[in-house]
């Protein structure tokens, strides 16, 4: 069913979703599961009934994740090279793939350090 633009109001819920999911060489592998959807969609139905939102007129519109964490955590021997042991010596990654889990927030800004230390470590390699 189509709904006028201007009778909709959009949602999104960020939350920690579960820290399953792994990287391999040829692709990075990490699913929203049903548990951590059916969570989402929850308390995005609860926040738009508390503001008003009639309960027959809340619909799902496009579902997605965003910043997966945990993929591929750095241990304590690889936290100062931010180099996982699973990568090949020459490959690094600067994303929220690296955390310990999912954290739930938007993580820019630990991405954005990380990615700078790492820049630093591969120039010191260059250098």
């Not at 819920?13 to 579960?18: G, S, Y």
């Not at 820290?19 to 548990?35: D, I, P, Q, W, Y």
């Not at 350090?113 to 790492?118: F, G, H, P, V």
Request: proline share 6%; glycine share 8%.
């Amino acid at each position: 069913m189509a709904h006028p633009a201007s009778d909709i109001a959009a949602i999104m819920i960020k939350l920690a979703d579960a820290s399953v999911g792994c990287v391999t060489r040829r692709h990075v592998e990490k699913t929203l599961g049903a548990e951590d959807l059916a969570r989402g969609v929850a308390l995005a139905k609860e926040i738009l009934y508390r503001f008003g939102a009639r309960r027959d007129g809340v619909f799902l519109g496009t579902l997605n994740a965003g910043h997966p964490g945990g993929m591929l955590p750095l241990g304590p021997r690889e936290a100062q090279s931010l180099h996982h042991d699973r990568l090949p010596e020459n490959l690094y990654v600067a994303d929220a793939t690296l955390l310990p889990r999912s954290l739930g927030n938007p993580p820019i800004l630990t991405v954005i350090a990380m990615a700078k230390r790492i820049a630093h470590l591969c120039k010191e390699v260059l250098v």
